[in-house]
């Protein structure tokens, strides 16, 4: 979870860069909530009862993405229509390139508002 620095009322699409060695997400979900306060799930990411648990605590699901690729280079998202505002952002990794299930590694992450 990273802090955007500021409440942003129409995020519309998200760029992901891998890393030129490993365990690039391939499949992961891009969460968002404008107050973290009270936000904290409460069971581990892996859980099944993981989404219903962000969902109660206030976390909108903005995207699930599935690359086809190794996650390396550049790979533009478009979020939800017309999501709430936003300020904090939680990537939740499902699976890497690597197979790795300890891992993970993103080396940038780009964001745009829609106009």
Excluded at 7 to 25: A, F, K, Q, S, W
Excluded at 67 to 75: A, L, T
């Amino acid at each position: 979870t990273f802090d955007l620095g500021a409440v942003y009322d129409h995020l519309g699409i998200m760029e992901t860069r891998g890393r030129d060695c490993c365990h690039n997400p391939t499949e992961y979900e891009v969460w968002g909530i404008a107050n973290i306060t009270g936000a904290e799930t409460t069971v581990p990411g892996n859980d099944a009862n993981w989404k219903a648990n962000a969902i109660a605590k206030g976390w909108t699901l903005l995207s699930e993405v599935v690359r086809s690729d190794d996650g390396k280079g550049p790979y533009k998202i478009n979020l939800m229509e017309n999501p709430p505002p936003e300020r904090y952002i939680r990537i939740r990794v499902k699976k890497v390139a690597s197979g790795e299930n300890a891992y993970s590694n993103l080396s940038e992450l780009s964001f745009w508002n829609r106009q």
